[in-house]
């Protein structure tokens, strides 16, 4: 889901444009950008929804296609603070305009997942959770739940009926989560992992932060996954998590994100994957 951001928007996609690109960029329109750096190759992406993301070979630009300017300064001084720390994300190195260029970090994002891919997953979230990093939004509530679910129910009630349980759902603020580590959003160097799209995350609660990168990471949600995961996160920090507790969170994240594709208009089979 990389660069997914499934928030009210009327930004539409022109059929011009690739998946992932809603402002043209030339080369020589980026090489004027960012003067400073060699950039030999432009290469529009296939991933997101509502931002714009180029690739060269050692960078990556991007334009948010939002008014997010808050998020956008926060974002900079956490991924700083993460480089600073040793975690493999991105760095912020320059904006000019209204494009952004970040570091691309090296590796590819895993097809078929192993147990190291659980373990270096585990590994990078424990440390993370142990950070205290800048937000001012509550992720969940960031979302407008009510409001999606209001549009549900004029749409297919019998949705709405399936993810009502969202409405309820208390919002608990462990710290900062990413709240969108899929596939996608990871990148694999052997046994090493990279994060990255940290744009959207916000204050949340630690357990919905795994139960959303297990989705993606143990779709079938085999139990030796989960327990490989959780054995392996509470070794690397000191606020355990219990099976109990993620298996609960499982569920929300589930209806969480089954209702952010249903209002993305993604197709009912990617919205039946998750329940």
Known sequence: MTGIDYRFSSITTSKEYPMGVKSNLTLQEAQSLFSKYSLETLTPTINGVVDTTYSTKNYILKKYERSIEQQIQEDSMRLEKLHT?????????????????????????????????????????????????????????SYEIEK???????????????????????????????????KDNTLFEKEKIAVFDFIDGGLGSFAFDIAVALLSFNPRNKSSLNRLFITT??????????????????????????????????????VKELL
């Open 85 to 141: 720390l040793g975690f493999n994300v991105p760095k912020l190195l320059s904006h000019s305009k209204t494009w952004y260029l970040y570091t691309k970090l090296k590796g590819v994002s895993p097809k078929a997942i192993s147990y190291y891919h659980i373990q270096a997953l585990a590994r990078f979230m424990a440390r993370l959770h142990q950070q205290t990093l800048p937000s001012q939004v509550k992720f969940i509530e």
């Open 148 to 182: 999606r679910l209001n549009a549900l129910r004029r749409n297919s009630f019998f949705y709405y009926k399936k993810l009502l349980p969202l409405k309820d759902f208390q919002e608990q603020c462990d710290g900062f989560i990413h709240g969108d580590i899929f």
């Open 233 to 270: 996160y509470n070794h690397n920090t000191l606020k355990k998590i219990s099976l109990e507790t993620l298996k609960r969170h499982h569920k929300i994240a589930s209806y969480f994100y089954a209702l952010l594709r249903i209002n993305n208009k993604q197709s009912i089979t990617q």
